[in-house]
């Protein structure tokens, strides 16, 4: 049973380049969520994917923007990058069922803006 | 919107003995938290979750104890080994509106041999 996975492993990028990140969910799972992780901080919330439409949004600016596809998987965009914009970003995977759902991780894509 | 609030930062403990991590939530309408392991360079694994409609959660050597009153939740690692050192964040699940998972700022555990 395939779990969570994420593409590419690593990334770098300078500064105004756009970048986009590649996520398959564990099977059975039909919800995504992304979320960033700045070093030494824990996960934020970017938004979450459901039917192919963005369903819940965090603080983010536009700049971050996403898609999921029929078969439920997901990417994550980020245009005219910051230096800030450097962290893990994983993917987290769960099953709707209305309300709260255990999550499910994958490994991350860890971005480095030069 | 929810705040998660987590302590202590960092945390160490002689093998064998039990390390309690707390943490506190804003929002009285959070109704599911989870708590997730992170190894150094791995993804967070759930090792254990609880909805607000239970106040007390064990598997083995975990357990978690929610008090919705006082909006705290608590994780309790019991007969500590070393392969229980990680960091380790709790989260609310915020459910009504803009629904979401918040984490705490994680607290680092290290097992002393």
């Known amino acids: 049973d395939a779990g969570v996975t994420q593409s590419p492993t690593h990334l770098i990028k300078t500064r105004g380049q756009q970048v986009t990140l590649r996520c398959s969910p564990k099977?059975?799972?039909?919800?995504v969520s992304w979320y960033q992780q700045a070093l030494g901080q824990g996960p934020q919330f970017i938004f979450q994917y459901y039917e192919e439409e963005e369903r819940q949004r965090g603080n983010f600016p536009d700049r971050f923007s996403g898609h999921q596809f029929p078969n439920y998987s997901s990417e994550l965009n980020v245009n005219a990058l910051l230096l800030g914009d450097s962290a893990l970003y994983l993917c987290a995977s769960s099953l709707d069922g209305g309300g709260a759902q255990p999550q499910h991780f994958g490994d991350g894509t860890r971005l480095s803006i030069l | 919107g929810e705040n998660v609030e987590q302590h202590p930062s960092t945390l160490s403990v002689q093998e064998g003995d039990s390390a309690v991590i707390k943490c506190t939530y804003s929002?009285?309408?959070?109704?599911?938290f989870p708590w997730y392991k992170q190894e150094l360079g791995k993804r967070p694994q759930l090792i254990i979750d609880?909805?607000?409609?239970?106040g007390e959660k064990k598997d083995q050597r975990i357990a978690v104890t929610l008090n919705k009153t006082a909006k705290h939740f608590s994780l309790h690692i019991t007969e500590t080994q070393p392969e229980d050192s990680a960091v380790y964040f709790c989260?609310?699940?915020?459910?009504?509106?803009?629904?979401?998972?918040?984490f705490g700022t994680g607290t680092r555990l290290t097992i002393i041999p």
């Open positions: 609880i909805r607000s409609n239970v």
């Open positions: 099977s059975g799972h039909d919800t």
């Open positions: 929002d009285s309408a959070s109704n599911y």
């Open positions: 989260a609310a699940y915020y459910s009504f509106g803009n629904e979401k998972l918040t």
